[in-house]
Nanobody, 113 residues
């Protein structure tokens, strides 16, 4: 069974940092490009945040997070990461990892003073 489980969310002050993780099971993780998306409170749609190729050599970011967020992966641990620095109130959202058509359940990041 394909499953993605996110963790690492929480409450952080503006300017702070968090590291999200996404553990993948049930499929060949090392063969799959992976994405992070987010859905802010009150928004109906999920917003693309970042993408990483299966090898980790290629990454892509939304303009809103470029230079602050870093996507990475550990194929030996079947785990995807999102390092988030200099967080802003506008980064408050539920963060989801995605592999193809499979989504995790999300982890909440709340940036507030």
């Amino acid at each position: 069974q394909v499953q993605l489980v996110e963790s690492g969310g929480g409450l952080v002050q503006p300017g702070g940092s968090l590291r999200l993780s996404c553990l993948a099971t049930g499929f060949p993780f090392r063969a799959a490009p992976m994405d992070w998306y987010r859905q802010a409170p009150g928004n109906e749609q999920r917003e693309f945040v970042a993408r990483i190729s299966n090898t980790g050599q290629t990454t892509k970011y939304a303009d809103s997070v470029k230079g602050r967020f870093t996507i990475s992966r550990d194929n030996a641990r079947d785990t995807l990461y999102l390092e988030m620095n200099n967080l802003e109130i506008e980064d408050t959202a539920v963060y989801y990892c995605r592999a193809g058509s499979t989504w995790g359940e999300g982890t909440l990041v709340n940036v507030s003073s």
